[in-house]
């Protein structure tokens, strides 16, 4: 097992009060593996990642409870030096949009040989020719010209390229791609999981992948998790999961992806919208939005149970 996360629970402290923004998360990831986590925006998603970084901002951020075990060691109880020593090398990032993530006045080739000298102690020289293969090896053509230039001298497309160059420079055994397609046109972004896929087949690298674009999971994922209000909501194989959805709330994220054969029907889309953190349901989180809600939703919160080696966290099955 290379990642495992156990009972995370990461809160913010605001004026309005206390945001449990990961409250309770449980997920695993095996080596050569893809996991994909999904949910609309405010369900967890960045913020789980983000907390496996240990990237949470204190304050307001802090994280109160759990484990992230990798390696079968507990990042939480790494010092800030011994975090800095695996962020870049064994786990690595890639963050949402390369035009803020990238020094704007560093060029290319700086911004990928840091990388390499802090972790693998290579010298400037050797560094810069591995800065070059590695964008060689992402599809950045001419990459012996295009290493001296800036980030604003590149597309997006590129630029999401060069991030993934950096974050895959050390070979690390996890990589976390946080919506690493959204401000990508729809050809592009193939071509970005496309490229995410062969360095995973190359390196062995596993990912988790960030995303709320299911057609994505279903093309690159293993298995998903489902998040809804900083909890999840289901959990289980892309194909179990695509086939037969348990949970009301996988079910509408599935029913609201647009069909080529659908011309007339409209599209489908879950009614309201994600509850605010300070002032969630007494009972289950989407009970508010959910079509097949009952009395007991409205006042308990269910559990996780196991559904045909599935988990689900829904009264519907227990």
């Known amino acids: 097992m290379l990642l495992k996360v156990k009972n995370l629970k990461t809160q913010f402290k605001t004026k309005a009060g206390i945001v449990n923004a990961v409250n309770g998360v449980d997920f695993e990831v095996e080596k050569g593996e893809v996991v994909a986590i999904v949910g609309e925006s405010g369900s967890g998603k960045s913020v789980t990642s983000l ?60 911004q990928i040989c840091e990388t390499l000298i802090r972790h693998k102690n290579m010298s400037k020289k050797d560094a810069a020719k591995e800065a070059v293969k590695m964008l060689e090896l992402v599809g ?3 990459p012996e010209k295009r290493i001296k230039d800036y980030p604003h001298q590149m597309s997006g497309g590129m630029r999401q390229r060069v991030m993934i160059a950096i974050a895959l420079a050390c070979r690390p055994e996890l990589l976390i791609a946080d919506e690493p397609t959204t401000a990508l046109d729809v050809t592009i972004q193939a071509q970005i999981l496309d490229l995410m896929l062969k360095l995973r087949n190359k390196f062995g690298t596993s990912i988790l992948l960030i995303t709320h674009d299911l057609g994505v999971v279903a093309e690159t994922a293993d298995k998903v998790v489902v998040m809804y209000s900083g909890q999840i909501v289901e959990k289980g194989k892309v194909g179990d999961i695509f086939q037969k959805p348990l949970h009301p709330y996988t079910e509408g994220l599935l029913n609201s ?62």
Not at 293 to 318: A, H, Q
């Open 257 to 318: 992806i647009p069909k080529v054969d659908n011309k007339k029907e409209k599209l489908f889309m879950i009614e309201g919208v994600v509850p605010n953190p300070l002032n969630l349901p007494k009972g289950c989180p989407f009970s508010t939005r959910c079509t097949k809600c009952i009395e007991r939703c409205t006042k308990e919160k269910p559990e996780l149970v196991n559904v045909n080696g599935r988990e689900v966290r829904c009264f519907l099955y227990s």
């Open 51 to 110: 907390s496996i970084m240990r990237l949470i901002q204190s304050p307001p951020g802090e994280i109160v409870d759990g484990e992230i075990l990798f390696d079968g060691e507990d990042l939480l109880e790494k010092n800030k030096r011994q975090m800095q020593d695996i962020r870049g090398d064994k786990i690595s990032m890639i963050f949402q949009e390369p035009m803020t993530s990238l020094n704007p006045v560093f060029t290319i080739e700086r």
């Open 140 to 142: 950045i053509p001419s």
